[in-house]
């Protein structure tokens, strides 16, 4: 069964570093989104992509947050300068297409950020 | 504004029925998803709903009362493996599908 897969499984960075989370989508799937769950919260989203443009943000998206799709299967998560809160599992998640009645969204494994 | 309310814990003996509410006030509604989660790893798929009424899928049933923002997951035949957290997400008004998750209930199933 295809799924999406996440790298690293574990980042440990320094306050202040740059990091680029890691994801390969499924390969027919057309929307991509990241999430994050911090330690016992809530997951919530943080951005949309489709047609190579984030297509819809959420307010914890700021400035210090990038996605990219550089070779039409990654999809990555660029963190400018990490801050403490910012440690939390990143969970990447895509979806086929807009006419797939259920809307699913498959999520990866995860990648656990800690900032110390 | 944006509120998604489900318990936070809850047990359950194996062999037995159990159904985990979820209440939701969204700004937009286009369909409510039920995600299991064990602990560490990522949301899987369980349910889907977007018209009222009541959908099953083996041990596993889903209700959704839009009325009333309402929904439930109902868990039959409980097995120890479904320990785990259940998390009630609504598709938000946006037109990528992004979700809005609730906490999530974290179920504890007894021998």
């Known amino acids: 069964e295809p799924e999406v897969t996440q790298t690293p499984s574990h980042q440990v960075t320094q306050m202040g570093q740059e990091v680029i989370l890691r994801c390969v989508p499924i390969s027919n799937h057309l929307y991509f989104y990241w999430y994050r769950q911090i330690l016992g919260q809530k997951v919530e989203f943080l951005v949309s992509?489709?047609?190579?443009?984030?297509?819809?943000k959420s307010e914890i998206f700021d400035d210090q947050f990038s996605v990219e799709r550089p070779d039409g299967s990654n999809f990555t998560l660029k963190i400018r300068s990490t801050k403490l809160e910012d440690s939390a599992m990143y969970f990447c998640?895509?979806?086929?297409?807009?006419?797939?009645?259920?809307?699913?969204?498959?999520f990866g494994p995860g990648t656990r950020l800690t900032v110390t | 504004g944006q509120n998604i309310d489900q318990p936070t814990e809850m047990t359950a003996t194996e062999g037995a029925i159990v159904q985990i509410n979820c209440t939701y006030q969204?700004?937009?509604?286009?369909?409510l998803f039920w995600y299991q989660q064990h602990a560490g790893e990522a949301p899987t798929f369980l349910s889907y709903n977007v018209l009222d009424g009541l959908e099953e899928k083996g041990r596993f049933s889903s209700f959704l009362s839009r009325s009333k923002g309402y929904s439930y997951l109902l868990l039959k035949e409980l097995q120890m493996k479904d320990s785990a957290s259940y998390l009630c997400?609504?598709?938000?008004?946006?037109?990528?599908?992004?979700?809005?998750f609730g906490k999530g209930t974290k179920l504890s199933v007894k021998p």
């Open positions: 998640a895509s979806r086929a297409r807009l006419a797939d009645p259920s809307y699913e969204q498959y």
């Open positions: 992509f489709y047609n190579n443009e984030i297509s819809e």
């Open positions: 997400a609504v598709r938000g008004a946006g037109s990528q599908g992004n979700l809005i």
């Open positions: 969204t700004s937009g509604f286009n369909g």
